[in-house]
Structures are given as C-alpha cells and as structure tokens.
C-alpha cells in the first residue's frame, strides 16, 4: 500500500517536473525573432523631476537626438490641475507641438492611475473629495485632455488609466478602479475622438479578457527583474515564448484586438526610486548588455510594438553622470 502511494507521488512529482522543464523549454527557446517590430519610448514628466532633469529639454533630447517617434505621454492630473479649476496645459502643449513638428506618434494617457510611482497622480486638493465627486473630477480632467487634443494628428490612439484591472501602487492605485467607471471613462473619450482606445495590464499576473473585450488596444508590461526587500533582486522566469504563447491564446479569442508591450523593462529596479540608489549596482542591473538582451527578447516574444521603459533614465546618465553608454545603445533601435 506505501509503496503504491510512493509510487504516485513520483509518478506526480516526475510529472510536473517534466512540465516545468517543458515550460522552459517552450519560453526560452524554439521560436524565431520578429524582425519588423516598432519601438518607442514612455515620456514622463514626473521621471524626469524626479532625475531634477527639464522635462523639455529631456523630451526635445529624447525627439531629436535619440530619433524617437513613437512616445506614449501619460498627462498627469496633478500636473495641469494644481488648482481646484485652473486648467494649464503649457508644457504638454509643447509636447504636442513638437510631435507634430517631428513626425513623432503619441498615445497620450489620461486618468487618475497612471505610469511612474506611485501610480496614483492627483492634485493634493483633490484628496478630500467624497468617492462620487472624486470621480466626476476624474472625468472632468480627461474630458478637458481628450477636447483639446483630440484633433492632433500626431495622437494614434487614447490609454485610459494604467492597469486599471491590476492592483499596484499607492494612494488611489491601491484598490482597483470601478469596472463602471473605467466604462464611462472609455465612453466618454470616444464621444470625443474616433481613434482606438487602448488599456494595460500586467504582461505576467493580468488576465487580459477584461481589457480586450473594451478596447481596440491592449498594452502589457514585460519585466524580467524586479526588486523585493525581502528577496532582493528577482528574476522573472518567463522566457520571451510565455508571452508569445500568452498572446497568441487572448489573440485567438480576441482576434479583431491588437497586442502590443507599453512597457518594456529596460531601466533598473532597485530598492528604492531612481536615481536613489548607488549608481554601480544600477548599472549591474541595466546597462548595454542586457538592453540588447531585452530588445532581443522582445524580437523572441514577437509583439508588432515594443515600448521601452527608461528614456529618462538613460539621459539623466549620459547628461548629469557622464555615462553615455545606454544613450547610444538606445539609438541603434530607433
């Protein structure tokens, strides 16, 4: 009887190492780079202050020297909606008017939840607002966005908050968004502008259904090392064949729906925000060689778009630190 129920847990633990092995094989190898794929880069202007750069002159740099010309522009509320009503929109009207100038594509964000920690980026005042009016000032916010760049030829497609069906952040990211109200947010942006809607989520934990069967667009996260306090530094151990095969099974179900990477690792993650922390072991985390490796990786996974994450980073080294090597490394894919 004990020999037979050993029996099965071999026969169980043999199996489910031969998938694990075969998971591995699946995700890592056996597949073929795609060699079309478009990339960009995610601006932020919150990045940018917080690496004490001029978002202007990191934008014009990230534009005209890198040869970008595909950027997504999250808009933060808290940057054009200091004051309870008054609305100034000067710095992001010259983003605008340079991607005009320059060719250059944008997929504006808009919302409360948006990309750079802590996810949640809202004027102070509008903290002690009720749940009801909270959201109506969300509205009121992307409305006043969508309305006055909505006839811009340089905006192919709208993202509605960021990962909205993923908990991640602080503040007002700490609980999920309302399906009802990501549901009149996506209304509303298309009572102004015909072009696509796009929503994130997490390229490894997210169950993609819920933004696909709302959206024209779906943009994942594609990270391969990330920081615990507890574990330190962590490697992923998704190969680029998980989110090849992940995406073919949703592109399946979903066949009318595009899937494209909004956010491709390509800065590190450490303990604390960028640049906090001592500048060798950011640089053992990301540097040249393992850009190549994520744009390689990203060539497996065999996405048409590719958007890179950490453009303000890699100027804050060439610029302040002296260090050009990811600045140049970066050109060769634009």
């Known amino acids: 009887m004990r020999n037979g129920v050993l029996g099965k847990i ?50 014009d740099a990230i534009v005209d020297d890198l040869g970008v010309r595909l950027i997504r522009l999250p808009v933060y509320w808290s940057d054009i909606e200091r004051e309870d009503g008054k609305f100034d929109f000067s710095e992001y009207d010259y983003f605008f008017a340079r991607a005009e100038e320059k060719g250059v594509e944008l997929i504006p964000v808009v919302g409360r939840k948006l990309p750079r920690w802590p996810e949640c980026h809202i004027p102070e005042w509008s903290k002690s607002l009720s749940a009801s009016e909270f959201q109506k000032r969300v509205e009121d916010e992307i409305r006043a966005v969508v309305s006055r760049y909505a006839k811009s030829p340089a905006v192919i497609r709208w993202q509605i908050e960021n990962e909205s069906f993923h908990i991640y952040g602080a503040g007002c990211a700490d609980k999920k968004i309302a399906t009802a109200d990501i549901d009149a947010e996506i209304a509303l942006v298309r009572s102004f502008d015909s072009r696509p809607i796009m929503l994130t989520d997490s390229g490894e934990q997210g169950i993609w259904s819920s933004s696909l069967k709302r959206a ?119």
């Not at 064949?241 to 995406?247: A, D, E, H, M, V």
């Open 216 to 334: 024209e667009y779906l943009g994942i996260s594609a990270y391969y090392q990330v920081w615990n306090d507890t574990l330190k530094v962590v490697r992923f151990p998704f190969g680029p064949g998980f989110y090849r095969i992940k995406g073919f099974l949703f592109g399946w179900f979903y066949p009318d729906k595009k899937i494209i990477v909004s956010e491709l690792q390509a800065e590190p993650w450490g303990p604390v925000l960028l640049p906090h922390f001592d500048l060798e072991f950011q640089l053992r985390l990301m540097n040249e060689e393992r850009f190549r490796e994520v744009v390689r990786r990203a060539r497996l996974a065999g996405f048409e778009e590719n958007i890179l994450w950490g453009a303000e980073w890699w100027f804050w080294l060439k610029k302040v630190e002296n260090k050009p090597g990811m600045w140049e490394e970066a050109k060769k894919v634009f």
């Open 10 to 59: 071999i026969r169980i633990i043999g199996f489910l190492a031969f998938l694990t092995f075969a998971f591995f094989l699946v995700t890592w190898y056996g597949i073929s780079e795609r060699g079309n794929a478009k990339y960009g880069v995610t601006f932020s202007t919150v990045m940018a202050r917080e690496l004490s750069l001029d978002p202007r002159e990191t934008y």
